[in-house]
């Protein structure tokens, strides 16, 4: 049970690490064409 667990937690971890680094590239993009 704790490893599944600690597998969910990573991978929540991971998604939420990905969705940061996509928000920043957006926010960066739309700065550049404006």
Known sequence: MRTVNT???NIERIIRFS???QE???YSNTNRHR
């Open 24 to 26: 920043n590239a957006g």
């Open 19 to 21: 969705n940061k680094k």
């Open 7 to 9: 597998v969910i937690a």
